[in-house]
Nanobody
Framework: QVQLAESGGGSVQAGGSLSLSCAAS????????VGWFRQGPRKEREGVAH?????????TAYADSVKGRFTVSGDNAKFTFLQMNNLEPEDSGIYYC?????????????????WGQGTQVNVSS
């Protein structure tokens, strides 16, 4: 059974940066996509970024709200990263990483198989 663990959350002032990590244990060879999601207060969970990790992978997708500020990276599904720059208060929330197979879906859809417990990000104005 695959287990995921996020780390790197914390508190930062607007304009600052944070780097989140996602470590996966167990059988991950089938995973073709790593997704990052977040849920803020009184908000629905939304997709932030996807990273293709399967054959021919490496492509990424980002929500319009984070384009140019966030970068997702990783050579495989076992270790992935989300670099967040120029953070805004609206970015606050719990951030989750997730795995699915065999590939990423369009529109940052959230039908993933495995989910981490999340890490808290707080951005103050």
């Amino acid at each position: 059974q695959v287990q995921l663990a996020e780390s790197g959350g914390g508190s930062v002032q607007a304009g600052g940066s944070l780097s989140l990590s996602c470590a996966a244990s167990g059988y991950t060879r089938r995973a073709g996509c790593v997704g990052w999601f977040r849920q803020g207060p009184r908000k629905e969970r939304e997709g932030v970024a996807h990273l293709n990790t399967g054959p021919g992978g490496g492509s990424t997708a980002y929500a319009d709200s984070v384009k140019g500020r966030f970068t997702v990276s990783g050579d495989n599904a076992k270790f992935t990263f989300l670099q967040m720059n120029n953070l805004e208060p609206e970015d606050s929330g719990i951030y989750y990483c997730a795995l699915r197979d065999p590939w990423c879906l369009g529109g940052l859809r959230d039908d993933f198989t495995y989910w981490g417990q999340g890490t808290q990000v707080n951005v103050s104005s």
